[in-house]
């Protein structure tokens, strides 16, 4: 039978890689969405290799992202992140991903979603539908196009692009938030009771994702190992996912901890932190201590990530700038320029907090990275015809998608 081809774009943004829908190219109906876009990655896959599909086989490679424009007064655009599983038929739509974020704004430009100007820097303003959160990014553009190519250099990217700025505003949660306040338990740190795996101190925090902080030594760790050393250790990583679990019920995320287990597996997220030490990067590439504030290593979908998350170094920056917190506590000190610069499995990364207090209560208002972002395919996902049952109206395909062929079509 002909397959079905939806118009996507496979891009890199930051050190993460998915494809790019526009939402009209997509079914509205979310169990049919979710079933094509699944499909689409390859997933589940109980090989765990998405060989038949686009996705990478990682947590960093196994994303999807819808945008449309915004009709947000002060928003441009807006998108939806989904993380999908590997081995089990889920896209968890609860987070973001900060480096794909960086692809967005590029994306909406190519795609004739966002007017540029003809020289300098188009500011897009990105509402990020998944969290509701506002992100402007700072994308470079020349001859009215996106700028590529360039010398900014990231750890955990191969190649130098071209520097996207952004920032994240007011990115710690709020009372009214979904996912609840900043501290959702109104303490910097608190006590974890985790069954079959101890008592931990952690910091629960929510800005750009909810993340769990802990100590390194805690987990028996130094807080300088690479993905294989955790990767390989499937005691230390079931007794990480003890600790997340039932974390998301403290942060009030779950209604128990294998509820978030098995229906929340992208949040929150699980990072361990330690005071700066000298350590080789998985490039070959030595950190040394006096380069960094501290160092630290994220887990995502049950893994070490290679690199750290955006979301989880927005995390790692408001609870840095939160005096108590246990990040606060792994730093070497506080820079003047009010940056932190932290060490990651695959090199080191600076990204700056804005804090201050507001009735008693710490409020992070602007988090600030640079990353970068790359078109690496455009054209049409094709589908067993089985799969993808629904066709929204051609009306509704905006931009260039319209030159990839009809959306669903045979």
Request: proline letters at 7%.
């Amino acid at each position: 039978m002909t397959q079905r081809k939806i118009p996507a774009v496979y891009m890199r943004g930051g050190t993460s890689k998915g494809l790019f829908f526009h939402a009209g190219v997509l079914p509205a109906e979310p169990e049919l969405r979710d079933r094509i876009l699944l499909r689409a990655i390859g997933s589940p896959d109980p090989y765990g290799k998405h060989i038949d599909g686009m996705g990478g086989a990682t947590s960093s490679t196994s994303k999807v992202v819808i945008v449309s424009r915004s009709e947000r007064v002060d928003c441009d655009v807006e998108y939806r992140f989904g993380q999908v599983a590997i081995d089990a038929p889920v896209i968890d739509w609860s987070g973001n991903c900060g480096n794909l974020t960086t692809a967005v704004g590029p994306f909406a430009i190519s795609e004739g979603l966002f007017s540029v100007p003809r020289e300098g820097i188009a500011v897009v303003r990105l509402w990020q539908a998944n969290i509701g959160k506002r992100i402007i990014a700072h994308v470079p553009v020349r001859d009215g196009q996106v700028v590529e190519e360039g010398d900014f250099e990231l750890d955990g990217v191969t190649f130098p692009a071209a520097e996207i700025r952004l920032e994240f505003l007011d990115p710690g949660g709020e009372a009214g938030d979904a996912d609840g306040p900043m501290f959702p338990t109104g303490r910097p740190v608190d006590t974890l009771d985790v069954p079959e795996a101890g008592r931990f101190e952690a910091t629960l925090i929510n800005a750009g994702n909810p993340t769990i902080f802990v100590e390194a030594r805690a987990l028996g760790l130094s807080g300088v190992e690479l993905q294989d050393e955790v990767n390989s250790n499937a005691a230390l990583l079931a007794r990480c996912e003890r600790i997340r679990a039932q974390a998301a019920v403290v942060m009030g995320l779950s209604g128990s901890a294998a509820e978030a287990t098995r229906q929340r597996p992208h949040t929150p997220k699980l990072a361990f932190v330690a005071p700066p030490r000298d350590y080789t990067a998985s490039s070959g590439k030595p950190v040394a201590a006096s380069s960094v504030d501290l160092v630290s290593r994220i887990l995502s979908m049950g893994k070490l990530h290679h690199a750290m998350t955006g979301t989880g170094a927005v995390a790692l920056a408001a609870a840095a700038a939160v005096p108590g917190t246990i990040v606060d506590r792994a730093r070497k000190g506080r820079s003047n320029d009010g940056r932190l610069r932290f060490g990651h499995p695959s090199g080191t990364l600076s990204v700056g907090a804005q804090a201050e207090q507001r009735g008693g209560a710490w409020s992070v208002t602007c988090v600030t990275m640079s990353r970068s972002a790359r078109r690496l395919m455009e054209g049409a996902i094709c589908l067993p015809a089985s799969i993808a049952e629904a066709r929204p109206a051609p009306s509704s395909l905006p931009g260039s998608a319209i030159a990839y062929g009809n959306s669903l079509s045979s």
